[in-house]
Nanobody, 128 residues
Framework: QLQASGGGLVQAGGSLRLSCAAS????????MGWFRQAPGKEREFGAA????????YYSDSVKGRFTISRDNAKKMVYLEMNSLEFEDTAVYYC???????????????????????WGQGTQVTVSS
């Protein structure tokens, strides 16, 4: 089970930190990802992190502004979001992939169909 939190309303240029708590899983085996779905749009990839936390992957739209991290001891994954833009407004979902290899890469990590568990989503609204 995955539980996302930390969303809210923020002005453009501001920051938010999302958290995702995992339970009932062998968290250290999981590739973890953050995806988002804006109103009227399909869900898209944002960021992912390998199970050992060494490798991170980002979409072009968030690279340089967002940072994904994890704490395996706490079974938590985070998404630090800086320089937020109106276009970042979306519901953000954390996801877990139990079958990914350690060096999954961006192409694999960005595919939603590879993830076997999803959180409920947390709303991020950026006002312009």
């Amino acid at each position: 089970q995955l539980q996302a939190s930390g969303g809210g309303l923020v002005q453009a240029g501001g920051s938010l930190r999302l958290s995702c708590a995992a339970s009932g899983r062998t968290f250290t085996r999981d590739l973890m990802g953050w995806f988002r779905q804006a109103p009227g749009k399909e869900r898209e990839f944002g960021a992912a992190i390998s199970r050992n936390g060494v490798s991170t992957y980002y979409s072009d739209s968030v690279k340089g502004r967002f940072t994904i991290s994890r704490d395996n001891a706490k079974k938590m994954v985070y998404l630090e979001m800086n320089s937020l833009e109106f276009e970042d407004t979306a519901v953000y979902y954390c996801a877990a992939d139990h079958n990914a290899i350690l060096t999954a890469g961006l192409s694999y990590s960005s595919r939603q169909e590879n993830y076997d568990a999803w959180g409920q989503g947390t709303q991020v609204t950026v006002s312009s």
